[in-house]
């Protein structure tokens, strides 16, 4: 079955670094985009950034844009978030998610936490 599990979460100071990876596994990963989102208590789950199959094409939020890098490996079929710069405001449990060729994400990761504070 298709599966997707995030990992890379942490405590990290403002202007701190990390790095999320979704290893994923039940489908074949070349063939479908990937995408990140994130969600705090009370909010609804906001658009990160979204990847493109072969890599071609990103998209970011203005938010994290120039701050937060997606890539993917197609041969590890795994997809990451490079977070640098980051503020408190990105505090949130960030989420995985496949994406069809129409744009829906039609499957979802357990989520990882990401807490930014001094």
């Known amino acids: 079955q298709v599966q997707l599990v995030e990992s890379g979460g942490g405590l990290v100071q403002p202007g701190g670094s990390l790095t999320l990876s979704c290893r994923t596994s039940?489908?074949?990963?070349?063939?479908?985009?990937m995408g990140w989102f994130r969600q705090t208590p009370g909010k609804e789950r906001e658009f990160v950034a979204t990847?493109?199959?072969?890599?071609?094409?990103?998209d970011y939020a203005d938010s994290v844009k120039g701050r937060f890098t997606i890539s993917r490996d197609n041969a590890k079929n795994t997809t990451y978030l490079q977070m640098n710069t980051l503020k408190t405001e990105d505090t949130a449990t960030y989420y995985c998610?496949?994406?069809?060729?129409?744009?829906?994400?039609?499957?979802w990761g357990q989520g990882t936490q990401v807490t930014v504070s001094s």
């Open positions: 039940g489908f074949l990963f070349a063939n479908y985009g």
């Open positions: 990847i493109t199959a072969r890599g071609i094409t990103k």
């Open positions: 998610t496949r994406r069809t060729l129409t744009g829906r994400n039609d499957y």
